[in-house]
């Protein structure tokens, strides 16, 4: 097959990459083959407890429904999976956090290359094994009045099944970016939301068989879906490009003209990351109230809930805590005066715009301005589908929201982009073996 290397893979051409090249094919089966694994102990149970009961007391949870997303079912059915990522990605959050608070930390990330990177992916372990640990003790404790022989025996056996499945998990996760395709942990999360994909599609087909004045309600909300998607592929491809410009240097006899290119900046820096934490912050009175039995709590949580007396009040509160944490979040991935130096360093400049100072002040303007859109954009995608959910009485989708949404596009869009790298580095190896 005759490719030109400066065009990007067909799809004819990364299918025939798939099937044929046997890094790529065997990448492929140690991806789907972690996958499947891990579904599978997704439902195999942790012993000695009234499965039925629990799964009734927690059926109209808000917290067991939110973090029931990532782990695809496996808290509601208390398999050894329950936790599932969790534990590895709130701890690569913390660290996260940690390393823009933490000079240490952060010459580590910068300064010490890969082996910086290494201690801190190291250092993301331990914190992970501690975090389920805590998670995993606060569980046995929570499920011990359906413990068939509760006690310390079945604290110590529950918290370790548990603490032990959230570190196979972890693992795989790993393996999977190493040796696989794509990021292991967010490809887990796109296999635990898509698993629920099917059970939500046979509710939604038996609702529309029951009753046929419905049927145009569905295909509404479907359209909703799938317009959503559209308009997040866009922006999350989005770039606002500024253009550089490379000074003119010689080195030796040899002179070298000013070279033009461009920074690329993202609308959505910090992708699902404000969707996921300003729904913790808005799931977090509810669930204070659920296990403290609080009265005043418990009304707050009515206030904060999109069902409550006053769903303007939720709406507003919602879209304040995404373009909060937008601007927190897009603040942690890009510094506009480490990248105002870098820039100095090498020689560019933004035309028109003095380096230094002047620099990190144009990308600080810019960048806050694209936060802002962004974060309007999420707050579209959180509140459009559950407005259209409330308006045409469908409620078999609830699983299916804006985070989910969102997890599902950017990983699809992040494994493709990986997958046409592998197939473009295999066509130029095919070029110098030629």
Same mark, same amino acid.
């Given at each position: 097959?005759?490719?030109?290397?400066?065009?990007?893979?067909? @799809?004819? &051409?990364?299918?025939?990459?798939?099937?044929?090249? @046997?890094?790529?094919?065997?990448?492929?089966?140690?991806?789907?083959?972690?996958?499947?694994?891990?579904?599978?102990?997704?439902?195999?149970?942790?012993?000695?407890?009234? /499965?039925?009961?629990?799964?009734?007391?927690?059926?109209?949870?808000?917290?067991?429904?939110?973090? %029931?997303?990532?782990?695809?079912? $496996?808290?509601? #059915?208390?398999?050894?999976?329950?936790?599932?990522?969790?534990? *590895?990605?709130?701890?690569?959050?913390?660290?996260?956090?940690?390393?823009?608070?933490?000079?240490?930390?952060?010459?580590?990330?910068?300064?010490?290359?890969?082996?910086?990177?290494?201690?801190?992916?190291?250092?993301?372990?331990?914190?992970?094994? $501690?975090?389920?640990?805590?998670?995993?003790?606060?569980?046995?404790i929570w499920v011990s009045s359906y413990a068939e022989n509760p006690g310390?025996?079945?604290?110590?056996?529950?918290?370790?099944?548990?603490?032990?499945?959230?570190?196979?998990?972890?693992?795989?996760?790993?393996? !999977?970016?190493?040796?696989?395709?794509?990021?292991?942990?967010?490809?887990?999360?796109?296999?635990?939301?898509? #698993?629920?994909?099917?059970? +939500?599609?046979?509710?939604?087909?038996?609702?529309?068989?029951? %009753?046929?004045?419905?049927?145009?309600?569905?295909?509404?909300?479907?359209?909703?879906?799938?317009?959503?998607?559209?308009? !997040?592929?866009?922006?999350? &491809?989005?770039?606002?490009?500024?253009?550089?410009? +490379?000074? /003119?240097?010689?080195?030796?006899?040899?002179?070298?003209? &000013?070279?033009?290119? *461009?920074?690329?900046?993202?609308?959505?820096?910090g992708g699902v990351m404000p969707i996921i934490f300003a729904s913790a912050?808005?799931?977090?009175?509810? +669930?204070? #109230?659920?296990?403290?039995?609080?009265?005043?709590?418990?009304?707050?949580?009515? *206030?904060?809930?999109?069902?409550?007396?006053?769903?303007?009040?939720?709406?507003?509160?919602?879209?304040?805590?995404?373009?909060?944490?937008?601007?927190?979040?897009? +603040?942690?991935?890009?510094?506009?005066? %480490?990248?105002?130096?870098?820039?100095?360093?090498?020689?560019?400049?933004?035309?028109?715009?003095?380096?230094?100072?002047?620099?990190?002040? *144009?990308?600080?303007?810019?960048?806050?301005?694209?936060?802002?859109?962004?974060? !309007?954009?999420?707050?579209?995608?959180?509140?459009?589908?559950?407005?259209?959910?409330?308006?045409?009485?469908?409620?078999?989708?609830?699983?299916? $929201?804006?985070?989910?949404?969102?997890?599902?596009?950017?990983?699809?869009? %992040?494994? #493709?982009?990986?997958?046409?790298?592998?197939?473009?580095?295999?066509?130029?190896?095919?070029?110098?073996?030629?």
């Amino acid at each position: 097959m005759v490719v030109s290397r400066d065009k990007a893979p067909t @799809a004819q &051409e990364t299918f025939m990459q798939m099937a044929q090249a @046997a890094g790529l094919r065997g990448r492929l089966l140690v991806t789907v083959g972690m996958l499947i694994l891990v579904r599978f102990g997704v439902f195999l149970p942790v012993p000695g407890i009234d /499965r039925e009961a629990f799964e009734q007391n927690v059926s109209g949870s808000p917290l067991i429904g939110f973090l %029931d997303l990532f782990s695809g079912g $496996g808290l509601r #059915a208390l398999g050894i999976f329950a936790l599932g990522i969790l534990p *590895y990605i709130n701890a690569s959050i913390i660290i996260q956090l940690l390393t823009a608070a933490l000079p240490s930390l952060e010459d580590l990330q910068k300064n010490e290359g890969e082996a910086g990177r290494r201690k801190i992916s190291q250092i993301t372990r331990y914190v992970s094994l $501690g975090w389920a640990l805590l998670q995993s003790t606060g569980i046995a404790i929570w499920v011990s009045s359906y413990a068939e022989n509760p006690g310390p025996v079945f604290l110590f056996k529950t918290a370790l099944a548990l603490t032990a499945g959230s570190m196979f998990v972890m693992w795989v996760s790993e393996l !999977i970016t190493e040796r696989g395709v794509g990021n292991g942990a967010s490809l887990l999360i796109f296999l635990n939301i898509v #698993a629920v994909l099917p059970r +939500s599609l046979g509710q939604t087909i038996e609702l529309a068989q029951q %009753d046929q004045a419905i049927v145009g309600r569905v295909i509404l909300l479907l359209l909703v879906f799938l317009i959503m998607i559209v308009g !997040i592929v866009f922006v999350q &491809e989005g770039t606002r490009r500024i253009p550089i410009l +490379s000074a /003119r240097r010689q080195v030796g006899r040899k002179l070298y003209r &000013e070279r033009s290119s *461009y920074l690329p900046l993202r609308l959505n820096q910090g992708g699902v990351m404000p969707i996921i934490f300003a729904s913790a912050v808005l799931i977090l009175p509810g +669930s204070l #109230a659920e296990f403290a039995n609080n009265s005043f709590l418990i009304q707050v949580a009515n *206030y904060l809930s999109p069902g409550g007396p006053t769903p303007w009040l939720y709406v507003s509160f919602y879209l304040l805590l995404i373009l909060f944490f937008s601007y927190f979040y897009a +603040s942690l991935i890009i510094n506009p005066v %480490d990248m105002a130096q870098n820039l100095k360093k090498m020689g560019a400049s933004i035309p028109g715009i003095r380096p230094g100072r002047t620099t990190s002040e *144009y990308i600080e303007r810019v960048l806050n301005r694209l936060t802002f859109l962004g974060a !309007i954009f999420l707050g579209l995608v959180a509140i459009v589908p559950t407005a259209v959910e409330s308006a045409t009485r469908v409620q078999t989708f609830r699983g299916l $929201g804006a985070t989910s949404l969102l997890i599902i596009v950017g990983v699809a869009i %992040d494994t #493709a982009k990986q997958i046409q790298t592998y197939v473009i580095s295999q066509r130029y190896e095919g070029m110098v073996k030629q």
